[in-house]
């Protein structure tokens, strides 16, 4: 059974600077048994990962495989899972809340942008407050800002989009993508607290760093599933030889 929606809010508040939450992302079962094992309070599923896992492409899993991967990794672990669910599969925001909560997960993710585009934020931020109104605070959203992905990069835009996404009710701010150097401006921009996509290159920032900049919490996609395939590649070209 997965840990409870207050036990994440909890991990997420009274953070000092430079001591981000971690937040790795598991793509299966037992990917979330090793990672809780490995000693980690809180996972975030990475839609990408998850559809890799089932064999797909990113953003073609079908919501119904979504939800039961979602499921099985709740069912393995007793910390709490928040779960992409990119943006929300065209389902209302009424039974996105109903397939979060049946799959166990206590947080998700919803991007504002669709098909490379730029969702319109008040269309955007009105989906959210309906979200947040059905989940009756039985859900931690962090509601994804796109503009350093599909948008043109302004981060006064991001801040913009970000403040409605917070009025409507989101609890947390995920700029994905934005540059490093960035942060401290989102930061002093956006009300609570701040995800920031973590990468896993040696010339990278680290999470902590990616704190001292600003962000309350730190994540990496689907990174850890693509270093595992990388890794099951690399031994399976050994038992060739």
Known sequence: MTGTVEALRALHRGRP?????????????ASARALVEAGFEALATPSAGVA????????ETPA??????????TRAVDVPVTADVEGG????????????????????????????????????AAYLAEFCAAAGGRIFLNARVDV??????????????AAS????????????????????LLR???????????????????PAALGK??????????????????AAAELAAGLRQ
Not at 17 to 29: E, H, K, M, R, T
Not at 148 to 161: K, Y
Not at 225 to 230: C, E, P, W
């Open 52 to 59: 890799a896992a089932l064999g797909y492409a990113d953003g």
């Open 148 to 161: 350093f992905v599909h948008g043109d990069g302004d981060p006064e835009r991001a801040i913009a989009r």
């Open 89 to 124: 599969y065209g389902l209302a925001p009424k039974e996105l809340v109903e397939r979060l909560l049946e799959a166990g997960a206590v947080g998700c993710n919803i991007e504002d942008s669709g098909g490379g585009a730029l969702r319109d934020p008040r269309e955007h």
């Open 213 to 230: 900049l600003g962000a309350t919490r730190v994540t990496f996609g689907p990174q850890l599933q693509r270093r595992a395939a990388a």
């Open 165 to 184: 996404y917070v009025a409507a009710g989101a609890e947390c701010v995920y700029p994905i993508m934005a540059p490093a150097d960035v942060l401290p």
């Open 17 to 29: 600077q430079g001591d981000p939450l971690i937040l790795p992302g598991p793509w299966d079962a």
């Open 188 to 206: 002093s921009g956006i009300e609570g607290p701040l995800n920031a996509l973590a990468p896993l290159t040696p010339d990278g920032p680290s």
């Open 64 to 73: 119904d495989e979504m939800f039961a991967a979602i499921a099985r990794i």
